[in-house]
T-cell receptor
Framework: DQQVKQNSPSLSVQEGRISILNCDYT??????FLWYKKYPAEGPTFLISISSIKDKNEDGRFTVFLNKSAKHLSLHIVPSQPGDSAVYFC??????????FGQGTTLQVKP | KAGVTQTPRYLIKTRGQQVTLSCSPISGHRSVSWYQQTPGQGLQFLFE???????NKGNFPGRFSGRQFSNSRSEMNVSTLELGDSALYLC?????????????????FGPGTRLTVL
């Protein structure tokens, strides 16, 4: 039972353009929505989060959008940089703190 | 402040063997969670420990077990290894589980232990 789906396994974007990563979920009980970034041979690192009471959170080049009615989460990176090339995981948390991750999307930003 | 450390980083075992992986959380962090990462499945939650007690458990068979010590260090054990257990096992720590003061308690991940079962 996949509660979280990242339907695009990979995404390729030109440097300077916008990267949009998407995530769909089924559980309405999630309280927090997060994005993690993972480089090879490293553990995931926290990128940005949004609580269920908001629909947008911005941090520099990264903006997360939450559409609760559509049960859809997205991450916008603008402008994209080659150093952004990594695997991006969306993750969801209830108030217990347990994280449920998506399958990941590999982003490649071409110079 | 030192990050989350996991040992060993790489491990090769054969089917039927058992394995123990170790995780040392960030100093002061008392919550430790374990995840399994496989291609196509993303990160799947194994279990979470806080103050030496298991708080949450994912949908894994009983061959997967864990424990946490009084110094917050944690170990996970997999018995009777199967080929499908080959994966990257990640440990994450946070000060406390869940939400604190209305803010999400970010989990800090270690580099993982790459387990290969032959």
């Amino acid at each position: 039972d996949q509660q979280v789906k990242q339907n695009s396994p990979s995404l390729s974007v030109q440097e300077g353009r916008i990267s949009i990563l998407n995530c769909d979920y089924t559980n309405s009980m999630f309280d927090y929505f997060l994005w993690y970034k993972k480089y090879p041979a490293e553990g995931p690192t926290f990128l940005i989060s949004i609580s269920s009471i908001k629909d947008k959170n911005e941090d520099g080049r990264f903006t997360v959008f939450l559409n609760k009615s559509a049960k859809h989460l997205s991450l916008h990176i603008v402008p994209s940089q080659p150093g952004d090339s990594a695997v991006y995981f969306c993750a969801f948390s209830s108030n217990t703190g347990k994280l449920i991750f998506g399958q990941g999307t590999t982003l490649q930003v071409k110079p | 402040k030192a990050g989350v450390t996991q040992t060993p980083r790489y491990l090769i075992k054969t089917r039927g063997q058992q394995v123990t992986l170790s995780c040392s959380p960030i100093s002061g962090h008392r919550s430790v969670s374990w995840y399994q990462q496989t291609p196509g499945q993303g990160l799947q939650f194994l279990f979470e420990y806080f103050s030496e007690t298991q708080r949450n458990k994912g949908n894994f068979p009983g061959r997967f077990s864990g424990r946490q010590f009084s110094n917050s260090r944690s170990e996970m054990n997999v018995s009777t290894l199967e080929l499908g257990d080959s994966a990257l096992y990640l440990c994450a720590s946070s000060p406390t589980p869940g939400l604190a003061g209305g803010s999400y308690n970010e989990q800090f991940f270690g580099p993982g232990t790459r387990l290969t079962v032959l």
